[in-house]
Every structure is written in C-alpha cells, then in structure tokens.
C-alpha cells in the first residue's frame, strides 16, 4: 500500500518535469503575426529594456539567466607512458552564469513582427 502511494507520487512528479520540459520551447515563427505585447508581458514579465522607435514600433528584450557551475569528467588517460596506468579528473570551471536574450519586435499596433535570439 504504502509503496503504491510512493510510486504514483514518483510518476506525478516525472509527468510534471516531462510537461515541463516539452512547454519550454516555443517556436516563434509561428507567434510572428499572432502574438501582442500585452501577451508577452503576461508569458514572460516585464521586458528588461524597451523602446518606442519614431515609427511608433516597440522592441523589447527580455534576459535570461542560467547557472553554470563546475563540470567534471573522469577517465583514464596516459601518464609516464603508461595507457590507462592512472586514472584521471578533469574540472572544468564554468562562468557563474551566461545570458540568453530574446527580442522582440512589435508593429504600431502591438502585433508581433519580429524575433531574434541572442
């Protein structure tokens, strides 16, 4: 009884990641035309930065950020001439965190025209 409460608990939670790994793409070609300010700020939050061009159009841009954090790998290598005679890490040190930008464009009306990813 108590290993079938455990189990399901386990198989909601997997679902839940799974679902989230699968919404976390979005393909914004198909937004272009179909997507308002008003919406992205409702997804997204507030834009980091944005202006109004003379046009009256509005870019905005909105940063993420992600953690990096150290990186090891084992494995055995050469020492003294000996393959595979000791075994060896590697840590590789990553920046603290990097930077993804998205940003967007929208028409006098709101409408998103454009994209790009930085």
Known sequence: MKTNVVLK???????????????????WNTRV?????????????????QAKL?????VAEWVSRHSGGPSVSVGTGFYGGYPGSVGM??????????????????STNSVLEKWSRK
């Not at 003379?54 to 509005?58: A, F, L, N, V, W």
Request: proline share 5%; net charge negative.
């Open 9 to 27: 608990i386990f198989l909601g939670v997997a679902l839940l990641i799974i679902a989230g790994c699968a919404t976390s793409r979005v393909d």
């Open 33 to 49: 035309g179909n997507y308002n300010f008003d919406q992205a700020v409702i997804e997204l939050g507030p834009p980091d930065k």
């Open 54 to 58: 003379s046009d009256g159009k509005i």
């Open 89 to 106: 890490v590697h840590t590789y040190n990553q920046p603290d965190y990097y930077e993804s930008k998205l940003l967007l464009t929208f």
